[in-house]
Protein backbone atom coordinates (compact mmCIF):
# COMPACT_ATOMS: atom_id res chain seq x y z
CA UNK A 1 0.00 0.00 0.00
CA UNK A 2 1.55 3.53 -1.22
CA UNK A 3 -0.95 5.48 0.24
CA UNK A 4 -1.28 5.28 4.21
CA UNK A 5 -4.27 6.98 5.83
CA UNK A 6 -4.80 7.38 10.01
CA UNK A 7 -6.72 9.26 12.25
CA UNK A 8 -9.99 7.77 11.90
CA UNK A 9 -12.22 6.90 14.90
CA UNK A 10 -15.35 7.59 16.91
CA UNK A 11 -16.49 10.93 17.96
CA UNK A 12 -19.96 12.40 18.95
CA UNK A 13 -21.74 14.22 17.11
CA UNK A 14 -20.50 18.31 16.73
CA UNK A 15 -16.88 16.92 17.61
CA UNK A 16 -13.81 16.83 15.53
CA UNK A 17 -10.86 14.66 14.19
CA UNK A 18 -8.21 15.31 11.59
CA UNK A 19 -7.06 12.41 8.89
CA UNK A 20 -3.95 12.23 7.32
CA UNK A 21 -2.68 10.77 4.25
CA UNK A 22 0.96 9.73 3.76
CA UNK A 23 2.30 9.64 0.48
CA UNK A 24 5.35 8.54 -1.40
CA UNK A 25 6.46 11.80 -3.40
CA UNK A 26 6.23 10.12 -6.69
CA UNK A 27 2.10 10.09 -5.84
CA UNK A 28 2.41 13.66 -3.89
CA UNK A 29 4.08 16.48 -5.66
CA UNK A 30 2.65 16.72 -8.59
CA UNK A 31 -0.79 14.89 -8.25
CA UNK A 32 -4.07 16.13 -7.19
CA UNK A 33 -4.80 14.25 -3.55
CA UNK A 34 -8.35 13.89 -2.10
CA UNK A 35 -10.40 11.87 0.43
CA UNK A 36 -13.25 10.22 -0.75
CA UNK A 37 -15.94 8.07 1.87
CA UNK A 38 -18.24 5.13 1.58
CA UNK A 39 -21.10 4.31 3.94
CA UNK A 40 -22.68 1.44 3.99
CA UNK A 41 -24.92 0.43 1.01
CA UNK A 42 -23.78 4.17 -0.84
CA UNK A 43 -21.45 4.16 -3.51
CA UNK A 44 -18.14 5.95 -2.97
CA UNK A 45 -18.13 9.66 -3.68
CA UNK A 46 -15.37 12.77 -3.22
CA UNK A 47 -15.32 14.52 -0.03
CA UNK A 48 -12.39 17.11 -0.70
CA UNK A 49 -9.76 17.33 -3.32
CA UNK A 50 -6.19 19.52 -3.30
CA UNK A 51 -3.82 20.24 -6.08
CA UNK A 52 0.20 20.61 -6.01
CA UNK A 53 -0.41 24.17 -6.18
CA UNK A 54 -3.28 24.14 -3.14
CA UNK A 55 -6.49 25.13 -5.28
CA UNK A 56 -8.92 22.71 -3.58
CA UNK A 57 -12.37 21.39 -4.12
CA UNK A 58 -15.36 20.13 -1.98
CA UNK A 59 -18.34 18.18 -1.37
CA UNK A 60 -21.32 20.99 -0.93
CA UNK A 61 -22.36 18.56 2.41
CA UNK A 62 -18.68 19.20 4.14
CA UNK A 63 -18.03 22.87 2.68
CA UNK A 64 -17.58 25.10 5.74
CA UNK A 65 -16.98 21.93 7.79
CA UNK A 66 -13.85 20.13 6.16
CA UNK A 67 -10.86 21.38 5.42
CA UNK A 68 -8.30 19.88 2.98
CA UNK A 69 -4.80 21.08 3.62
CA UNK A 70 -1.26 19.29 2.47
CA UNK A 71 2.38 19.47 3.79
CA UNK A 72 4.78 19.00 1.49
CA UNK A 73 7.55 18.85 3.84
CA UNK A 74 5.83 15.61 5.18
CA UNK A 75 4.42 14.51 1.74
CA UNK A 76 0.96 14.63 4.08
CA UNK A 77 -2.40 15.66 2.88
CA UNK A 78 -4.52 16.52 6.11
CA UNK A 79 -8.56 16.21 6.45
CA UNK A 80 -9.64 18.55 9.37
CA UNK A 81 -13.29 17.09 10.15
CA UNK A 82 -15.41 19.51 12.31
CA UNK A 83 -19.22 19.88 13.40
CA UNK A 84 -19.47 15.96 12.75
CA UNK A 85 -22.40 14.70 11.87
CA UNK A 86 -23.57 11.10 12.13
CA UNK A 87 -24.19 11.41 8.34
CA UNK A 88 -20.30 11.65 8.13
CA UNK A 89 -19.73 8.18 9.16
CA UNK A 90 -18.23 6.20 6.88
CA UNK A 91 -14.60 4.50 5.62
CA UNK A 92 -12.37 7.66 4.18
CA UNK A 93 -10.36 6.56 1.08
CA UNK A 94 -7.15 8.29 0.28
CA UNK A 95 -6.49 9.17 -3.56
CA UNK A 96 -4.19 9.75 -5.87
CA UNK A 97 -4.18 11.01 -9.30
CA UNK A 98 -1.51 12.08 -11.76
CA UNK A 99 0.09 10.74 -15.14
CA UNK A 100 1.06 7.76 -13.94
CA UNK A 101 -2.73 6.90 -13.03
CA UNK A 102 -5.00 7.00 -9.99
CA UNK A 103 -4.14 5.03 -6.60
CA UNK A 104 -5.87 4.71 -3.62
CA UNK A 105 -5.19 3.77 0.04
CA UNK A 106 -7.01 1.58 2.25
CA UNK A 107 -9.95 3.22 4.29
CA UNK A 108 -10.04 4.65 7.44
CA UNK A 109 -13.78 4.37 9.87
CA UNK A 110 -14.87 7.62 10.61
CA UNK A 111 -18.08 6.40 13.33
CA UNK A 112 -20.12 9.77 14.41
CA UNK A 113 -22.67 8.89 17.45
CA UNK A 114 -25.79 11.00 17.89
Known amino acids: VQLQASGGGLVQAGGSLRLACAAP????????VGWYRQAPGKQRELVATITSGGSTNYADSVKARFTISRDAAKNTVYLQMNSLKPEDTAVYYCNSEGVAGVYWGRGTQVTVSS
Open 25 to 32: GSLFSRNV
